[in-house]
């Protein structure tokens, strides 16, 4: 008997983590944020540019995330407004940020 509730302690154990990981949003994160303070009088522009950069393993990255390739993906001269973008999976295992430049 005391093998079988020491297993369903387990299990309910392990599901209090799973439920924690998934509410604390440990397990997946999707967020997006301008980088502006008067949203009520931005001006976006014509065009739109991105610049992305990963990082796979806490160990790998790749990529550029600056301002200035976002721009430049986008054809832009003149930037107006910039968001920011981070997708993440358990952790960081997988993460990718993105910047989002509006222009002309």
């Given amino acids: ?8 302690q387990i299990w309910v154990v392990l599901g209090l983590l799973c439920v924690s990981i998934a ?4 397990a997946y994160v999707d967020v997006k944020t301008p980088y502006d303070q008067n949203l009520d009088r931005t001006e976006l522009g014509a065009k739109k540019g991105t610049a992305q950069g990963y ?3 806490w160990l790998f990255t790749w990529g550029d995330t600056s301002y200035a390739t976002a721009a430049k993906n986008g054809d ?5 407004h910039a968001d920011q973008e981070l997708f993440q999976v358990l952790f960081g295992l997988y993460t990718r940020w993105r910047i989002v430049v509006y222009g002309d």
């Avoid at 093998?3 to 369903?8: D, F, L």
């Avoid at 509410?23 to 440990?26: A, K, P, Q």
């Avoid at 832009?76 to 107006?80: A, K, M, Y």
């Fill in 55 to 57: 990082s796979i393993l």
């Fill in 1 to 8: 008997m005391k093998s079988v509730r020491g297993q369903q």
């Fill in 76 to 80: 832009i001269t003149v930037i107006r």
């Fill in 23 to 26: 509410v604390c949003s440990c």
